[in-house]
């Protein structure tokens, strides 16, 4: 994620310059980085034997919770928020399992890509409801999760189906060196694919624009309502790709939606994305969900019962979110 | 108005809009020709933010014919209106606070080595252009907005009290840059309180009064008594009101300690070293231009804002008010204008009228039905409030709605009333209500602060007035003297000679008193 | 706001041709209780027609048995919606009254484990209060992160205490699911003077109306001087106690506590509030129809059970009938 600098830097000077300044503007991104460098040596200290098998074994368990945080992030960057992320997932999950399930390779890659325009469909509706309605958008992603779970548990009603051998393949094991799991790279390279040309083009801008500022957005020629669905649409679309991730990491495909919208929620907040519109990107998410999942190795490690991560983890949220409004009641007083 | 429409870049002619009942803008024209500054004016109420909405786009006109370069113009956006040639710089700056300047730009697809250009000419070339909206100071965002619209060189800058918040520097490179667009094919519709900014861009000026274009004046040495004349109309001619028994008032009030002293207060930038006393029994007006630091004012008096500096005193002893309900125990009560931000639309007459009573937290508990139906009658009675449709208060008219505000007060009995634009907006015969019924709440010992947009009602309802401009108190005027004319002139902060009491006494005697139009949009 | 004139007489003429086309409207505005009554009653003929003979005095204390806990639940939702929040944490902090009742009463008797697990819920209660009021985090977030932290808290209890095992009192059993004269659900002992107290208190003490006016406008309720915190305190604190009373009635019924008992009721309490008219955005709303709207919830559900309908279809019927209820309510009343 750059700043969005369409020029190419020319010397050193230059580069360092632009480094500055994006270090300046992602502060919190960093010092994820650095949280994120820290329990990787407080596993490795717990836990000598941490090597490259088990950090393949967390891109791969990350993977559907990454998708999920990056869906999440997109919406509330524009200023909405979606409760059916968890739900979306789910149903994209069950329709790759039944389809592919004892199909050829190729019919598997038509699978993918029809799970992922039904994303698309799904975030397109969820958005499209907000708008049209006027319910306020918790309500209705909050009843459209309903909807998608019921839909997902109408195609399969206990986990089952199955994945393509090829799919199951592109995320395990390493690629080149052996620190390097395929899973991250399918991961950085999918959301870097979307997101960065995204996020320089005019639409990412009025992304950032209506969660940032509604009215300043509407003066500066924004189509409030259809960029609002755009959002959802792209929450539909990485919601289907974790639902992906969800059957090829486990094989079959998850009717239950299981906690992955409350997890995307507190990983975007963790990951620096303003609840109220308009800040952040998806790399500090993705370094959260990474963060949060090495906490919990390392309470395992440390022995601590692996329950406690869920307090743990609720705890960071709330922690987080109320050093945030502290942060922002101090900015505003000022 | 010799042009003919051809030679017009913009003309709008007999534009009007309607609010349901309420006339926003009755009958507007507005004719800009190419290569000059046209200045925009009206006092609070005539109609110049409801052109200035239609001409951007943000509202469509009942009637009227607008068109740019000839050809009909017609926008349901900002951006559509920009399409059509016309490009307005906001009051509030219209950038994304949370994207760089850069990205800003791209948004709105503005060149940006055109609007480096002008960020230099407006005297802030080494503006970086990666910085975050959110971290720059007003008067830069309101520059960059200014030059972002310069660079796209549309046909109309509209600018909308461009130079408030800044400072005297960058106003002064503004008004040079915005006096270099004449003689080009291009115009600026200047919209501004200040006249002296007026004198020194303009080239002429439309005056809307009451929603309807009353004269075109060109702009000259001298030429501010004209247009002050035209936004006042027939009042500046006519004598004053009839000022109730003021002499009466003042001797009660000279030996009593001020329910409310404020000593020095000052808030931010937007007020300075601010004092004054109210007395129990008087009617205090504050006279100011919109902006002036009035609402900075009323929100420290009030208990919302906490003052940077200055002391406060309520019956002789100093207080700091932590919130609103800190204000209502020492006894002030507020009155907001925007009605929106008192009533709890959804709700009862009933249940608006008795919010007071059960802020407290010892009043959490079952309410005494009885003694509150007594108190809520006795208030909905005082006032004439029309009850019949008193089960959401949002289906009340809007005159009825500010009654019930003021009902919520008198209901549980007034100390100090400090009241904001009270009338703004409701039709004339409440208005003399509410007038009526301030005098009756100063004439039993309660004292009331009461900032009005509308100058006629000082000499209506208040016993004197004080003037704010920029921040400070310029004037006091005795309510004998405070015709609007005066008020008027104060207000803008003109200079004294230009005050000549004479001048106004003898116009006062020479044309006879005729009958004020019973005025404003309702 | 309203468009209406000012001079009095004119009020009603401009609207009048407006309201006898869409009487209903007003209908749904000023009284929404009427058409949920009807709809009700439609359902239960409903269920009636697919099953002929289910009505009887045993199906109706059944269905208000089934009903209570809910509508308890919903309680929670209505008064934080009319505030204009919500309280996405009563399914934990329900489930966590009910277990920590259940494995307490083993060892400890059954008024010392009641005692714990209402304090336990004032905890929690008292932490999303501060959260909301004071920090000003938003509700749906606080709540969400306060039900992961209990139930993380309860996971790590369960398996300290999974030696001790659980037991529900005989008294807790009779009131959950013990049903007198045939047809009388005793949990109506707890349930009706909990729900007069709210619609009474909603309507006549000074406290209700504060909720009313923080959801309706909290910049006036401020201004008129309500300490807007102190309310939102007061209203989690009270949230979470009565989810544990419903958590409590819902082991009497299940017969079991678990870590996570009430979590399927959660979206289904939202949804009770919904249907029965209390805005999410705030100030309108109350709690009569949130009971009639946990009864039509608990009849959809025996309605589908009987028509062999799959849980799924239960699930994508109650969320577009929230969709649906919101759009509709929020047309009918955001005419301005």
């Keep these: 994620m750059s700043s969005g600098e369409a020029t190419v830097p020319r010397d050193r000077a230059e580069i360092v310059a632009l480094a500055g300044s994006w270090a300046r503007r992602n502060v919190w991104t960093l010092g994820l980085l650095g949280l994120l460098v820290v329990f990787f ?40 928020i979606d409760l059916s992320v968890g739900s979306m997932m789910a149903l994209a999950s069950v329709t790759s399992a039944v389809l592919m399930k004892d199909q050829g390779d190729l019919f598997g890659v038509a699978v993918v890509v029809g799970v992922l325009l039904l994303g698309l469909v799904v975030g397109a509706i969820n958005g499209a409801l907000v708008v049209v309605t006027k319910v306020p958008d918790i309500v209705v992603t909050l009843a459209m999760s309903f909807v998608w779970a019921g839909t997902a548990l109408l195609i399969l009603n206990t986990p089952g189906g199955g994945a393509a051998p090829w799919l199951m393949a592109i995320i395990s094991g390493p690629l080149g060196t052996p620190w390097l799991p395929k899973a991250m790279v399918v991961l950085a390279v999918l959301v870097a694919v979307v997101w960065i040309p995204l996020r320089r083009s005019t639409l990412g801008l009025s992304l950032y624009a209506l969660g940032s500022s509604p009215l300043a957005a509407f003066r500066s020629g924004v189509a409030v309502g259809p960029t609002k669905i755009i959002a959802y649409t792209l929450t539909g679309f990485f919601s289907a790709l974790g639902g992906l991730a969800l059957t090829a990491t486990g094989g079959v495909g998850a009717p239950v939606p299981g906690s992955y919208t409350l997890q995307s929620v507190a990983a975007i907040v963790l990951g620096g994305v303003s609840l109220a519109g308009g800040r952040g990107g998806v790399l500090g998410p993705i370094i959260a969900v990474i963060v949060l999942a090495l906490v919990r190795t390392d309470l395992f490690f440390a022995g601590v019962d692996p329950n406690w991560s869920t307090a743990i983890q609720g705890a960071i949220l709330i922690g987080v979110v109320m050093f945030g409004s502290l942060v922002a009641m101090r900015r505003v007083r000022v | 108005m010799i042009d003919v ?21 009755r009958s507007a024209s507005l004719a800009v020709r190419p290569g000059e500054v046209h200045a925009l004016m009206g006092a609070n109420g005539a109609g110049k933010s409801t052109l200035v909405k239609i001409l951007t786009g943000g509202v469509r006109p009942d009637h009227g014919e607008i068109l740019v370069r000839g050809k009909p113009f017609a926008a349901h956006s900002p951006s559509e209106a920009r399409r059509g040639g016309i490009v307005s710089v906001y009051q509030e700056p219209a950038l994304i606070p949370d994207l760089d300047v850069r990205s800003n730009l791209r948004l709105t697809q503005s060149p940006v080595d055109a609007t480096r250009h002008w960020l230099a000419e407006l005297g802030i070339p080494d503006l970086d252009l990666t910085d975050i909206v959110r971290d720059l100071p007003l008067a830069s965002l309101r520059i960059i907005d200014l030059a972002r619209a310069l660079a796209i060189e549309p046909d109309v800058l509209m600018l909308d009290e461009m130079t408030a918040a800044l400072p005297a520097n960058l106003t002064e490179r503004v008004l040079e840059v915005i006096g270099r667009q004449k003689g080009t094919d291009r115009s600026v519709i200047f919209i501004s309180h200040r006249l002296i900014e007026i004198a020194a861009v303009c080239d002429r000026a439309t005056v809307l009064r009451e929603g309807s274009t009353v004269g075109v004046v060109d702009v000259s040495a001298g030429s501010e008594d004209r247009i002050v004349g035209l936004m006042l109309g027939d009042i500046a001619r006519g004598g004053p009101v009839e000022p109730a028994d003021s002499s009466a008032r003042a001797a009660r009030a000279a030996d009593a300690v001020p329910r409310l002293t404020t000593r020095n207060l000052t808030v931010g930038t937007k007020l300075s070293d601010v004092s004054f006393d109210l007395y129990p029994g008087e009617v205090l007006g504050v006279v100011a231009l919109e902006g002036q630091g009035q609402d900075e004012l009323f929100d420290v008096l009030s208990g919302s804002e906490r003052p940077s500096g200055g002391d406060l005193l309520v019956d002789g002893a100093a207080v700091s008010f932590r919130h609103p309900a800190d204000a209502i125990r020492a006894g002030l009560v507020y009155v907001p204008a925007d009605r929106a931000e008192a009533l709890l639309m959804q709700r009862s007459v009933r249940e608006n009228i008795a919010l007071p009573f059960t802020t407290p937290f010892g009043a959490w508990g079952p309410i005494d039905v009885r003694e509150e139906r007594r108190k809520v009658d006795k208030a909905i009675a005082t006032l004439q ?23 919520r007060w008198v209901a549980g009995g007034v100390r100090t009333m400090l009241c904001f634009d009270p009338t703004r907006g409701i039709d004339i015969g409440t208005k003399q209500q509410i007038y009526q019924l301030l005098r009756d709440l100063a004439a039993a010992g309660a004292a009331v602060l009461l900032y009005t947009s509308e100058l006629k009602e ?32 104060a207000a803008y902060d003109l200079r004294p000679e230009e005050l000549m009491p004479d001048e106004v006494a003898s116009a006062a005697v020479a044309v006879e008193a005729t009958e004020t139009s019973p005025a404003g949009p309702a | 706001m309203s468009g209406t004139a000012g001079t009095a007489g004119n009020t009603g003429a401009p609207r009048s041709a407006a309201l006898t086309t869409s009487g209903w409207r007003r209908i749904i505005r000023d009284q929404p209780l009427i058409p949920l009554v009807v709809l009700l009653a439609a359902l239960i003929a409903l269920l009636e027609v697919a099953k002929p003979g289910i ?94 932290v209990v139930l993380g808290l309860m996971s790590v209890y369960g398996l300290l205490m999974v030696r001790s095992g659980t037991l529900i009192p005989d008294q807790i059993l009779w009131l959950g699911s013990g049903i007198s004269l045939g047809f009388v659900p005793n949990s109506l002992v707890v349930f009706v003077p909990i729900a007069a107290l709210i619609v009474v208190g909603l309507r006549r003490s000074g406290y209700g109306r504060l909720l009313f006016a923080v959801g ?36 009497g019924v299940a017969n079991t506590a678990t870590v996570s008992l009430v979590e399927q009721s959660v979206l289904p309490s939202v949804a009770a509030a919904v249907i029965g ?32 309908m799959p849980e799924a279809v239960r699930q994508v019927l109650f969320g577009a009938i929230i969709v649906a209820v919101a759009a509709a309510y929020t047309r009918v009343t955001g005419e301005g």
């Design chain 1, 41 to 80: 040596a407080v596993t490795r200290i717990l836990q000598p034997n941490y090597g490259p098998a088990a950090i393949q074994g967390l891109a791969i368990a990350i993977l559907p919770i990454a998708f999920a945080a990056v869906a999440q992030a997109v919406v509330v960057i524009s200023g909405g």
């Design chain 2, 5 to 25: 429409g051809s030679d017009l870049l913009l003309s709008a002619t007999d534009v009007a809009k309607h609010y349901g009942a309420v006339v926003a803008l």
């Design chain 2, 385 to 407: 409030i029309d009850t019949r449709a008193a089960s959401e208060v949002r289906r009340l008219s809007g005159g009825n709605q500010q009654k019930v505000t003021i009902a």
């Design chain 2, 458 to 489: 000082i000499q209506l309802a208040c016993d004197r007035a004080i003037v704010i401009f920029g921040g400070r108190i310029v004037a006091e005027i005795a309510v004998v003297d405070a015709d609007e004319a005066t008020l008027l002139r």
């Design chain 3, 55 to 148: 009505v009887s005095g045993n199906w109706v204390a059944t269905t208000v048995r089934a009903a209570i806990p809910l509508a308890i639940l919903a309680a929670c939702q209505t008064l934080s919606m009319l505030t204009g929040g919500i309280d996405l944490s009563v399914g934990a902090v329900a489930s966590m009254a009910a277990f920590l009742m259940a494995t307490l009463a083993t060892g400890q008797g059954p008024i010392v484990a009641l005692a714990v697990a209402f304090a336990a819920a004032l905890v929690a209660g008292l932490v999303n209060g501060v959260g909301i009021g004071l920090f000003k985090v938003h509700p749906l977030i606080m709540t969400l992160g306060m039900s992961l």
């Design chain 3, 216 to 251: 309706d406008n909290a910049v006036a309720a401020r201004l008129a001087g309500t300490r807007v915190w102190q309310v939102l305190l007061a209203l989690y604190i009270l949230s979470a106690v009565l989810a544990a009373v419903a958590g409590i009635l819902i082991t």
């Design chain 3, 277 to 308: 008219g209390t805005s999410i955005m705030g100030g309108r709303g109350g709690y009569a129809g949130t009971i009639v709207g946990a009864l039509i919830l608990t009849v959809l559900t025996t309605l589908l059970t009987v028509l062999e």
